[in-house]
């Protein structure tokens, strides 16, 4: 059975189970205890000791006595295809339970349920008490055994958000106000979680702070409004008194709430390689997504007719997809008052001229889609219109900036605003503080997002080396690849960025970030910093050649902050990256994923300072098949690229 009733001398546990029978939830009715109480288990050990869900409402009592009225259980076994993830076909199998409950004066409905890749959990306040609309508050009180040590990044100040920030390791006892999702726990050496969000679409937004429920707890509450907002983006209501108790929620009934998610895995590979367990708890895509092109994309800053063309010129004879223009084509993005239905240059950014309805045409007749940046202030209010002009001009793509995230109405526009690009086929990429919790599976045109530490923040390979394993795990992630700039050699190396275009996901992947298309005037500006031409070497056959989807996926190697290396397969053809943090070490590849009685002709691209080129990259051939070894020795913040093609 996928769910069992489990009677013991002071309680009684309704206990469901993943299909594989290793992860469980446990609902645990303690006599007449007022709490909402569970556990869960992995391979039998008590991962997550007795927690509990606390409601908070302005006009429903959920504190009181909890009762059980009701339970239904449910099995899928299932899998969907997928033009836009890290593999395909999906997996989908899970067994659920809905428990009907009753706590106080209160109805509620919890739903739990168990896969392979982990738990989660979620909550339905139905229709009751003739009451229309509630204000809502929520706190999880996650409770351990140990002060286990945990992956986070917190606040950084009042109102200031962590999706870009940097991640640091410390004890459960020392986390920060504002901790960003997903959460890595190191429960052992063969455990590992991380507390996840699902489908929040319409929702206050969870992020996590050390708790007082036990010796080691982290609580988990819904955030506030992020900055001084007046009026709700979508409504117009008045927001004044939101805040002023509490409440972080305030919608009609019935209300169900976005999933709350404990991923499990063994290891930090198989917590990534299981990542789409995310995805999984969204529903299938609304849309006819036959429009959605994924792809690699480069940024035109000079905001010239000249510089755009060239742009497009570069990215068709370059297997690239996009040209992205970038803030100022419609006067300076922080006034409200600029309009992006007209092109009105930012004299900061451009001298123009710049006519995008003739690039559009260009990139038209060249198989090339066009992107424009828009902050979220030129769009709140009037979303249609502009998207309307934009259409009108041949635009194919938009990238938000600047959006407001955290709070409920800041997250149910921003999910409008993707519906809405939708009904004019535009795809979208969300830029700055918001991190995916799946809705691209449902809207498919969200193609990607940045919410992470990237190259524009000059990272080292260290920090990359958490990213993959703590803030990937959400998803799809907008790092913008440099190349030629010259903080590269300050994040790492070269071998290390193509790696990049493999180890982080994005269905749309910036390269060049800083770099522009010989052909295009120079910049110097100061606001874009150095700038630099592209070259010719003969390495940018790997970005001209890599995916930015994939049907398969498998981490190789994975220690989190020292050495990552992931291999991901289209149709037949492999490619492999490899990110080196501080220690020099050897890399030993083992490459049994290939088919049986194959043969690939393989490009290897290691770094080596005996290459004279601007970029120093060593490329070699190589003959493989699934009984290949290859012991590579990388040196400090190195990496390497392998293309693998079948013969």
């Known amino acids: 059975m996928a769910v069992h009733l489990i009677a013991c001398e002071k309680s009684e546990i309704i206990e469901v189970k993943s299909p594989d029978q290793t992860k469980s939830f446990n609902l645990i009715k303690q006599g007449d205890s007022n709490n909402i109480t569970f556990s869960i288990k992995y391979n039998d050990q008590t991962v997550v000791l007795p927690s509990t869900l606390e409601l908070i409402s302005n006009q429903l009592d959920f504190s009181g006595n909890v009762e059980v009225l009701n339970v239904e259980s449910t099995t899928v076994n299932s899998q969907w295809e997928s033009k836009f993830s890290e593999l395909s076909p999906i997996p989908d199998n899970y067994n659920q339970v809905k428990i009907y409950l009753k706590q106080g004066n209160a109805k509620l409905n919890l739903i739990a349920r168990a896969y392979n890749e982990g738990v989660a959990f979620a909550y339905e306040i139905p229709e009751q008490n003739n009451i229309v609309k509630l204000k809502l508050s929520e706190n999880i009180h996650y409770n351990f055994t140990k002060d286990y040590l945990v992956w986070s990044t917190p606040k950084r100040g009042k109102g200031v958000l962590t999706a870009q920030g940097e991640y640091k390791k410390n004890p459960l006892t020392q986390l920060q106000e504002g901790c960003e999702r997903p959460l890595v726990i190191e429960v052992a050496d063969s455990i590992k979680i991380a507390l996840a969000e699902a489908r929040l679409v319409d929702f206050a937004r969870l992020s996590y702070n050390k708790g007082t429920s036990s010796n080691f707890s982290i609580l988990s509450s819904l955030d506030g409004r992020m900055e001084e907002v007046k009026h709700d983006l979508v409504s117009g209501a008045d927001l004044s008194e939101r805040d002023k108790k509490g409440f972080k929620v305030n919608q009609k009934l019935p209300i169900l709430s976005p999933w709350r998610v404990v991923m499990i895995g063994k290891s930090h590979a198989e917590l990534l390689e299981n990542n789409y367990i995310i995805q999984n708890l969204n529903p299938p895509s609304a849309i006819d997504d036959s429009w959605v092109e994924p792809g690699k994309i480069l940024r035109e800053a000079t905001l010239t007719t000249q510089g755009g063309l060239a742009a497009i010129d570069f990215v068709a004879s370059h297997n690239m997809q996009y040209v992205h223009f970038d803030a100022g084509w419609y006067g300076n993005e922080m006034d409200n008052a600029s309009d992006a239905t007209t092109i009105t240059l930012d004299p900061k950014r451009s001298k123009g001229p710049f006519d995008i309805e003739a690039i559009c045409k260009y990139a038209k007749e060249k198989g090339i889609k066009v992107m424009l940046y828009v902050n979220r202030r030129a769009l709140e209010g009037k979303v249609d219109e502009v998207f309307s002009?934009?259409?009108?001009?041949?635009?194919?793509?938009?990238?938000?900036?600047?959006?407001?995230?955290?709070?409920?109405?800041?997250?149910?526009?921003?999910?409008?605003?993707?519906?809405?690009?939708?009904?004019?086929?535009?795809?979208?990429?969300?830029?700055?503080?918001?991190?995916?919790?799946?809705?691209?599976?449902?809207?498919?045109?969200?193609?990607?997002?940045?919410?992470?530490?990237?190259d524009e923040e000059t990272v080292p390979n260290e920090h990359t080396l958490i990213t993959m394993f703590t803030r990937m795990l959400a998803g799809a992630a907008d790092n913008t690849v440099c190349y030629y700039n010259k903080r590269v050699d300050r994040m790492g190396s070269r071998a290390s960025q193509l790696a990049k275009t493999v180890c982080l996901f994005s269905p749309i992947q910036f390269l060049y970030w800083y770099d522009k298309a010989p052909a295009a005037p120079i910049k110097e500006d100061g606001l874009w910093g150095n700038t630099n031409i592209i070259g010719n070497e003969p390495e940018l056959e790997f970005f001209n050649n890599v995916p930015t989807t994939w049907d398969e996926t498998k981490v190789l190697e994975a220690k989190i902050a020292e050495i990552g290396v992931i291999a991901r397969r289209k149709g037949e053809d492999w490619f492999i990256g490899g990110i080196n943090g501080v220690k020099e070490r050897s890399v030993d590849l083992d490459f049994s994923f290939l088919e049986a009685n194959e043969t690939y002709k393989a490009k290897l691209f290691t770094d080596d300072k005996t290459v004279k080129t601007r970029t120093h990259v060593k490329i070699e051939e190589l003959e493989l098949t699934s009984t290949s070894k290859l012991d590579l020795n990388i040196k400090s913040n190195n990496g390497f690229a392998i293309q693998i093609l079948k013969q």
């Open 389 to 454: 002009v934009l259409k009108k001009w041949g635009v194919s793509g938009v990238k938000y900036g600047f959006v407001r995230v955290g709070d409920e109405d800041a997250t149910t526009w921003m999910h409008n605003a993707v519906k809405k690009a939708a009904e004019y086929k535009l795809v979208i990429d969300i830029h700055d503080e918001y991190r995916p919790t799946g809705f691209s599976r449902t809207y498919p045109n969200l193609l990607t997002q940045e919410g992470i530490r990237g």
